[in-house]
């Protein structure tokens, strides 16, 4: 049991890191309520294809590590309850 416990914190510690990485290489989203107030559109090429962009791609990457950042969380938590 120590042996995955161990192995788990290592892979926090990963997760942690790329986590605080990939949140401060992010651009700041500045289209929030002021563009919705300009009326900026929704409706054009780049706001469909977002997600193949490398911004989209950070974004992705960033929830899936907070994801992983949680259920590691919780695992370890219940492991060193037990």
């Known amino acids: 049991m120590e042996i995955v416990k161990t192995i788990l914190v290592i892979i926090y510690a990963i997760v942690c890191l790329a986590l605080i990485i990939l949140a401060t290489i992010q651009t700041k989203d500045a289209g929030g309520a002021s ?3 300009t009326g900026s559109s929704t409706n054009n090429f780049y706001e469909q294809n977002k997600g193949r962009t490398k911004e989209g791609k950070l974004k ?6 907070g ?3 949680v259920v590691l969380a919780v695992a370890l938590s219940i492991l060193f309850v037990m």
């Open 35 to 37: 563009g919705t107030i």
């Open 60 to 65: 992705r990457y960033t929830i899936i590590s």
């Open 67 to 69: 994801v992983l950042f």
